[in-house]
């Protein structure tokens, strides 16, 4: 079983809001990632988490706060965001760290007024 | 020049036929490749993983030219269902960092 589970599938919120994205796999995998993605254009990496810790930040703003409180569940903090960050946010997880395939959850799809 | 480059498309093609897209990458230290499909305002999903010798699932063949850093895909007798985004995926990085293209969309008409 190859699923990715995301909550909420839909999130609007203004900018003074803080919310949370969460993400949950139950596959055994070690490694998660979140991914943002614009209308017509691949998705991005933010951050990996590999055996919960944080290996790469793709240099993004602060006002995103990675958080993995155990190898199952990753979230994704948000606070003071901007308009330009409406977006969907994708999560996905791999076996491991090394050329694994990385599988999918059905994102959240973000619009921040 | 972007890592991995893809021809956007789109490609309209009638049910039945058969439609390749190609795909470039730079890196030539890449180690694994994938195929992706994508629909609209859906996440990818895994459609095919891409190895040297050449692979086939069904009605779709995926093939890799390291010589080149040239990846294929080959669709057959399309379906109306095949309409979508393929996204050209290498991984090459660092923490398994995959790299996009930046998709072909594939419309089949009946």
């Known amino acids: 079983d190859t699923e990715v589970t995301q909550t909420p599938k839909h999130l609007v919120m203004g900018m003074t809001n803080k919310k949370s994205l969460k993400c949950e796999q139950h596959?055994?995998?070690?490694?998660m990632y979140w991914y943002k993605q614009k209308a017509k254009k691949p998705p991005e990496l933010m951050f990996v988490y590999s055996y919960e810790k944080l290996s790469i930040n793709e240099s993004v703003p602060s006002r995103f706060s990675p958080e993995c409180p155990n190898s199952s569940l990753l979230n994704l903090h948000l606070h003071a965001l901007q308009p330009e960050d409406s977006a969907l946010y994708l999560c996905?997880?791999?076996?491991?760290?090394?050329?694994?395939?990385?599988?999918f959850g059905p994102g959240t799809r973000l619009l921040v007024l | 020049r972007k890592e991995v480059e893809q021809d956007p498309g789109p490609f309209n093609v009638p049910e039945g036929a058969t439609v390749a897209f190609n795909c470039t990458y730079s890196?030539?230290?890449?180690?694994?490749f994938f195929w992706y499909r994508q629909d609209c305002r859906k996440e990818p999903k895994l459609l095919m993983s891409?190895?040297?010798s050449g692979n086939e699932d069904g009605r779709f063949t995926a093939q890799l030219n390291r010589a080149s850093q040239y990846i294929s895909l080959l669709i057959r007798d399309s379906k109306l269902s095949d309409s979508a985004t393929y996204l050209c995926v290498v991984n090459g990085g660092a923490g398994n960092m995959l790299t996009f293209g930046g998709g072909t969309r594939l419309m089949v008409k009946p």
């Open positions: 891409v190895y040297s």
């Open positions: 596959m055994g995998h070690r490694a």
């Open positions: 996905a997880s791999s076996q491991g760290d090394n050329q694994e395939t990385q599988y």
């Open positions: 890196n030539s230290a890449s180690q694994s």
